[in-house]
Each structure stands twice: as structure tokens, then as C-alpha cells.
DNA sequence: TGTGTACCTG
DNA sequence: CAGGTACACA
């Protein structure tokens, strides 16, 4: 037994004191932690510090096989029950080595209770540990001077110093798990947030207990028929069985959910995975229904445990979501505190989401939060690897404006395949389940999942795309909800339930922030296309095709950004009419208009310094002729253009751009060439040709659902 | 006066 | 990328 520093600060009392504030919950685990020594005479702020330096004093002992046996205390002034009350539900023993203090051999077979305590009070440590912050013990470290563990402080003290040097999107790592700078509101919240998500894990936890005694009682039902009706009902078998492979077609493995019993019992860690569980549960509970055959008591059986399964299942969720919704109010002004993005005008918003929040790495940071790539029209039909991201996911879709633009077509030779799917999955990188139960935790069952700029950290962190919203995310989220909604509309085809049900909005939330509403407004549309495809069967992406809903954005998104972007290869000063032309999903006002008109003269800008840089540089380097200055796709120039309009490569860049690019360029250098740029105005000139070599942007882009 | 643009700045 | 400003133009 080996318990390291972390480990034996992690330990402690068991779950009552989540329940406490603060102080009162440091000074119980120290009551415990500190061989009955008095800590009244301690500040709150050292504590912290004085219990670290026994914890290393008692990992010296323990490491000298002395382990450290709790008993009652003689703390009257900070005793409070639920120290006293947690005596029989935690030693210092890992319960799940089975590990009990010298002592206690007689009670290897703990109760499950126990182990689940013992399991809870882990986890309340880890969120203890993560409210613990480093300054409090840091300043509770400079209070104490206490010579005899200088030493020891100068650890403390490093080890916080290297916490504190790590960068914010590690600071919500899931092997972290403490923050470093977050003390204050930031860590309280968390705190919160992680006592939410463990009355969740409790909630699955009972699940699964009640899901074993009516397995069990099943299995005494099923042992008394078992030799009346061994050897019948094989065709029925095959019907329910071939239910059961279409039910949990996205569940584990078959040769998984046979080994159910095993895992109820011996694989409490995924508990984080109730969808799975309940799958199998019912799988295996199916199977057993199945083999008693064509009996009416069977079915009647059957039918009880799906309604006991629900019932279960939906009392346990409710119960959750009513805890959530009291806490959400203020979960939901927390987290608008740190909202990324500010309103600012209507119409006008600022570009701050990835550095308002502290829990997001900043956008600088590449690759950061990426949202969905919206749909590929490109003409690459490669599967795009998730770092490519760059744009949030618009499922605004809006039938095609009849309208036409002069369409002298392209000066485009290569073909692109805008008609393509509008969304792509299957780059994105899959929403783990617990992360799915994390953000119902964090925003409740009506938070759509969407909103994933705002995520959580347990969702920000885990990879560049995590803002993607995947499809399996999605069938897991419907699978997860379908218990709730108890649907029973398709017998034995778990997951399979709308999401219409999901209490996701079909209408525009209320949002002060433009462009996250749009966004979030996005994800609700894919909620709900989705549902709708599933409603129709229509369960592949690419039947997103065919879902045309009109929705008009009110503000522009970072799709309608990136969209300008790509029309800037082809028309550098789009008149207005243009712009709502192409831009048929936005609500155009004066602020739409004069942002997207901004965006352009931004990109123009970007676009001409680039040629005055390079033309000058050519120059530097002794060019002399302007019919040495070209411009390709394989030179620097235009790295740097596509980098900037273009990030993701994945467009791919019509010719006429680069002869533009290369007549700008020649523009320069012979104006630079010529000493033309002693005029403060010399730059007119050119701009006054670069205008006219505007051309048609493709009919695609009117298509919103490009976007 | 409203609109579009370039330029500067953060 | 957005805000602010100055300028030109209809």
C-alpha cells in the first residue's frame, strides 16, 4: 500500500462533508487527517498548509507499514456529525483494493454501500482537492513559519509554483482536476458543477442497483420456466433478437451486454456510462424474457420490467433535473459572467469567445475550440481531419432564392461540389457519454448542446474539435434522453427516440449575445433536423440534405464569416446588393450590412498590405521587371492569402484570384518601382484597378445551406 | 445626410 | 476583427 502525497491529502471523510461550507469542511478533514490534533489553533488559511505537512510526516509512516487508524475525536468545538457519522463509511484503505485498515479483516464483505461511500468520498475529495486553491495554502504556508518543515513548505511551495505556470486548458485536464488559478468564484463553481455531476454518478448508481434486483428477480422467474420452455420459441427468439441487434446497434458489443452481471458488479467505473448499462440491462433482461418463451406470464413479464425499467430510469433522471434546475439559475449567471461573447450594438459583436473564458485555451492557441466545419463544398472529397475546423457549424438551411445574379460564369475551372452534404461527421471527434451527462449536469435539459462555445471544461479540453458536434453524440444524447421520455413507442429499440422531446427550443433562445445565439440557434436546428431525420428514418448525415427549414440569423456567425472569406476570392468589393444576395439566411440591417461590409474592406485591407509587403520585398531582393512577379499556389504570397481567407485549406482557390493576386502585385512593385508611394494617395490607383477585376461570386454561395 | 472606403488603433 | 475617424461622393 502505497500511498503517495496526493493520494493521502485526496482521502477523506465521507460524503456529509460535501455538504458543508468551506471551513467547516477543512477543518473536518483535518479533524481527521491530524492524529486528533487540535486545529483550533489554526487559521482556515493554514490549514491546508498544516495538514499537507503531517499528511507527508504520515506518509512516512505509512510507507513504514503504520497505518494510520481513524477514531473518535475529542474536537467538541469543530465536531459536527457528519465527522462522526462518516467513521463507519471511510477508512484509509482504497475499497476498491480491498485494502481494510489492520483491524478490520473481518469485514471484507462490505456491504456495496460501503464501497459506494467509499467510492463517493473519493470523489469528494478530488472536488475538495480542486476547491483547495493554491494561494490559500500558500498564504497558509507563510502564516505558519514553522522551522521543523521548511523543508517540506519549499515543495509545497514548487509544486504550486509549477501548478500555476500551466496553462489555462490544462487547468480543467481530466487527469488534472485542479485548477490552479481559479480560486474564488471560478473553483467554487466548479465545485459545484462536480457535486452536480456526483449526485448524477449516485442517481446512476441506484439505477444500476435496481436494475440488478429486478434482474435478479427476473432470473428467479426465468430459472422456475427455464425446463418448461427450454427448448422452444426459436423463431420468436430470432424476431426479439433481431430487435435487440437493431436496439442497441450503437450500444457495446453483444459479447459486452452478455457479461452484464459481471459488470454491474465489478465495473462500478462506469457508471459514467448509464446508457451503456441500461442498454445492457435491458438486452440481457430482453434475452431472458425472450427464453421463457411464448408464456402470457412471460410477456406480462416483459412488460412489467419495461415499464419498472422506465419508471426507474425516469424517476432517477427526474430527480436529478430537479436538483439541476435549482442550481442552474445561478450556474447560468455564473456562467454569463464568463460569457464569451459580449454584447455590443446590435448587429455588432464582439469577437471575444475564446479568451473570456478561463476555462478555454485562447484562440491564439491554435487549434482551439472549432466548431463544425459547415458543410463541404469543396472540391476536395477527402475526409477533413478535425484541425482543419475553423468554423462553427450552421445548419441554418433556407430554400434556394429564386433570385439570380448575372451569372457570366467563373473564370472558375475546377468545379466544386457545393450540393455536397451540407454537414460532415465523420472527422469529428466522438462526445464521450460522461461528457454528454457532464453538459446536462452544467446546463440542465434544456441547454441544448449546441451552445458549445460555452462548454464546459470537461468539454473545451478535450480536443481542438470538441466544439464539433458529432453524430454519434447525437444518437448517444437521444439514447440518454430516451429513458427519460420512457417512450415506448418502439418496443426493444432503445435510442431510437425523437429528440424531438428534448425540450430543445425550436425557436431562437433568448440570448444577449448575437452571434452565440445564432450559433446555439444552429445546433438547434441540427437538434431538430435531426429528430426529424429520425423521425422519417432517415438516419445517415447526408439525409441532412434534404431538410430544408427556413430560419433567418439575426446576427452573423462565424459560417457567414468564413463564407465572406471564401466570396473574397472572387469579388473583393461586393456592393450590398451583392451581399444580401448571398447572404439569404441574415436578416439584414444596418449593422449586418455595415459589419459584413466591414469584414470586406478588413479583408481588402489584409489583402493589400500582404501585396505592398511582398511587392517591396521583391524589390529588396533585386526584381526589376514585373514580369519576373507571378503568383502560384506554391508561393509565399499566396500561403499567406490562403492561410488568412482560407485557413483550413480546404477551398480550393479559383485561378482568377491568383491572377488578380498577380496583377495587384505587379500594381505594387511598379508603383513602388517607381517612387509612386511618395504619394500619400498612390495607393488609389491601384485600388481603382483591383476593383474592376471583381468577378461572379458562384451561384452556390447563395445557397444558405452552404453554410 | 447617408453610404462606402481607407486608415489607424487596440 | 472591430471601433473610430476622416474623406469622398451622390
Request: net charge neutral; aromatic share 8%.
Amino acid at each position: 500500500m502505497n500511498l503517495s502525497l496526493p493520494d493521502q491529502s485526496m482521502r477523506s471523510p465521507g460524503e456529509a462533508c460535501l455538504k458543508e461550507d468551506k471551513s467547516e469542511l477543512l477543518v473536518s478533514c483535518c479533524h481527521r487527517n491530524m492524529f486528533e490534533e487540535p486545529l483550533t489553533a489554526y487559521p482556515n488559511s493554514s490549514i491546508i498548509s498544516h495538514l499537507l505537512r503531517k499528511t507527508i510526516h504520515n506518509k512516512r509512516a505509512v510507507n513504514g507499514n503504520m497505518f494510520y487508524l481513524p477514531t473518535p475525536t475529542t474536537l467538541s468545538g469543530l465536531e459536527d456529525q457528519s465527522v462522526m457519522g462518516s467513521k463507519d463509511s471511510m477508512d484509509y484503505s482504497d475499497p476498491l483494493e480491498h485494502h481494510p485498515p489492520h483491524g478490520t479483516s473481518g469485514e471484507m464483505e462490505r456491504p456495496l454501500s460501503d464501497h459506494l461511500q467509499a467510492k463517493r468520498a473519493r470523489v469528494e475529495n478530488i472536488i475538495r482537492g480542486m476547491a483547495g486553491s493554491p494561494n490559500s495554502r500558500l498564504q497558509g504556508d507563510e502564516d505558519m513559519g514553522d522551522p521543523e518543515s521548511e523543508q517540506e513548505r519549499k515543495e509545497i511551495l514548487k509544486e504550486n509554483k509549477r501548478k500555476q505556470k500551466l496553462p489555462q486548458h490544462q487547468e480543467n485536464s481530466p487527469n488534472n482536476g485542479r485548477p490552479t488559478s481559479m480560486a474564488g468564484s471560478v473553483s467554487s463553481v466548479s465545485t459545484s458543477k462536480n457535486q452536480e455531476c456526483h449526485k448524477l454518478k449516485q442517481q446512476l448508481q441506484s439505477m444500476q442497483k435496481l436494475l440488478q434486483q429486478l434482474q435478479e428477480k427476473f432470473f428467479q422467474v426465468y430459472n422456475q420456466n427455464d425446463s418448461e420452455n427450454s427448448r422452444t420459441e426459436d423463431g420468436d427468439g430470432d424476431i426479439v433478437h433481431a430487435e435487440q441487434s437493431n436496439s442497441l446497434t450503437q450500444t457495446k458489443g453483444a459479447s459486452e451486454t452478455t457479461q452484464f452481471p459481471c459488470a454491474i458488479n465489478g465495473r462500478e467505473g462506469c457508471e459514467n456510462r448509464p446508457d451503456w448499462m441500461a442498454g445492457g440491462q435491458k438486452e440481457k433482461a430482453m434475452t431472458d424474457v425472450n427464453c421463457l418463451g411464448n408464456k402470457e406470464d412471460g410477456r406480462n413479464l416483459r412488460e412489467t420490467l419495461k415499464y419498472e425499467l422506465s419508471r426507474a430510469v425516469n424517476e432517477s433522471i427526474d430527480t436529478v433535473f430537479q436538483k439541476l434546475s435549482s442550481t442552474q439559475l445561478n450556474q447560468s449567471s455564473q456562467l454569463s459572467s464568463c460569457h464569451p461573447c459580449t454584447p455590443d450594438r446590435a448587429g455588432s459583436v464582439k469577437r471575444t469567445r475564446m479568451s473570456c473564458s478561463p476555462l478555454e485555451p485562447s484562440e491564439t492557441e491554435e487549434p482551439t475550440i472549432k466548431p463544425p466545419r459547415p458543410f463541404q463544398y469543396y472540391k476536395s472529397s477527402t475526409p477533413q481531419s478535425p484541425e482543419q475546423q475553423t468554423e462553427a457549424l450552421s445548419l441554418v438551411v433556407r430554400k434556394s432564392p429564386n433570385s439570380q445574379l448575372n451569372s457570366n460564369s467563373q473564370t472558375v475551372k475546377q468545379p466544386y461540389t457545393l450540393h455536397q452534404p451540407p454537414f460532415q461527421f465523420g472527422y469529428t471527434t466522438p462526445m464521450h457519454d460522461s461528457q454528454i451527462l457532464e453538459h446536462l449536469l452544467k446546463y440542465g435539459p434544456h441547454g441544448n448542446f449546441g451552445g458549445l462555445t460555452c462548454l464546459p471544461p470537461s468539454l473545451d479540453r478535450a480536443s481542438p474539435d470538441s466544439g464539433d458536434l458529432p453524430w454519434e453524440s447525437i444518437s448517444m444524447r437521444s439514447k440518454v434522453m430516451s429513458s427519460h421520455l420512457g417512450q415506448h413507442s418502439r418496443p426493444g429499440t432503445l435510442g431510437s427516440v425523437s429528440v424531438d422531446g428534448l425540450c430543445l427550443p425550436h425557436v431562437k433562445m433568448e440570448c444577449r449575445d448575437l452571434q452565440s445565439m445564432a450559433e446555439r440557434s444552429s445546433y438547434i436546428s441540427l437538434s431538430i433536423s435531426f429528430a426529424r431525420a429520425q423521425d422519417q428514418g432517415c438516419y445517415s448525415p447526408n439525409s441532412f440534405c434534404s431538410l430544408n427549414f427556413e430560419h433567418i440569423q439575426e446576427g452573423l456567425t462565424p459560417n457567414h464569416l468564413k463564407k465572406a472569406k471564401l466570396m473574397f476570392f472572387y469579388t473583393r468589393y461586393p456592393s450590398s446588393n451583392v451581399l444580401k444576395t448571398y447572404f439569404p439566411d441574415v436578416k439584414f440591417n444596418r449593422c449586418i450590412t455595415s459589419q459584413l461590409i466591414k469584414w470586406f474592406s478588413n479583408f481588402r485591407e489584409f489583402y493589400y498590405i500582404q501585396m505592398e509587403k511582398f511587392a517591396r520585398q521583391a524589390i529588396v531582393d533585386g526584381m526589376n521587371e514585373v514580369k519576373g512577379l507571378s503568383v502560384t499556389r506554391d508561393c509565399e504570397l499566396f500561403r499567406a492569402l490562403n492561410m488568412h481567407y482560407n485557413k483550413a485549406n480546404d477551398f480550393q482557390v479559383p485561378e482568377r484570384f491568383l491572377e488578380v493576386s498577380e496583377i495587384t502585385l505587379q500594381e505594387f512593385f511598379t508603383a513602388i518601382l517607381l517612387a509612386k508611394d511618395s504619394d500619400p494617395s498612390w495607393k488609389k490607383a491601384i485600388y481603382k484597378v483591383i476593383c474592376k477585376l471583381d468577378s461572379d461570386v458562384p451561384e452556390e454561395f447563395k445557397s444558405s445551406t452552404c453554410l
